[in-house]
């Protein structure tokens, strides 16, 4: 198990941009597949971007080619970058995480995926 705390959540105006930090306790950080989800109010918890130990990353349609992931295992910590923000966009932003695990990018994305998970950072896009 892993203790994740994100930050970085805030409001927004529709086009604007925000970058998420999830800092995470632990010396096995870099074992570690990290994943972004969020969670809209009524809505279920959405895989939004993933990556591998190797680097390797996946996202879905909706927010493929506005956000980013990445991760710096030096510092514990995983990012996401988020560009061109829509009001669709506004939920509770959560990172997840798990030792090892097959991964692969479909599963990546499944909540069920992650044993650990952090206590969420609120974006709201809206003008």
């Known amino acids: 198990q892993v203790d994740l705390v994100e930050s970085g959540g805030d409001s927004v105006v529709p086009g604007g941009s925000l970058r998420l930090s999830c800092a995470a306790t632990?010396?096995?950080?870099?074992?570690?597949?990290l994943a972004w989800f969020r969670q809209a109010p009524g809505g279920e918890r959405e895989g939004i971007a993933s990556?591998?130990?190797?680097?390797?990353?996946h996202y879905p349609d909706s927010v493929k080619g506005r956000f980013t992931i990445s991760r710096v295992n030096a510092k514990n910590t995983l990012y996401l970058r988020m560009n061109s923000l829509k009001p669709e966009d506004t939920a509770i932003y959560y990172c997840?995480?798990?030792?090892?695990?097959?991964?692969?990018?479909?599963?990546?994305?499944?909540?069920?995926?992650?044993?650990?998970w952090g206590q969420g950072t609120q974006v709201t896009v809206s003008s």
């Open positions: 632990g010396n096995t950080y870099g074992s570690y597949n």
């Open positions: 990556i591998h130990t190797s680097g390797n990353v």
């Open positions: 997840a995480a798990r030792f090892g695990g097959v991964w692969r990018p479909s599963l990546s994305l499944d909540p069920q995926f992650y044993t650990s």
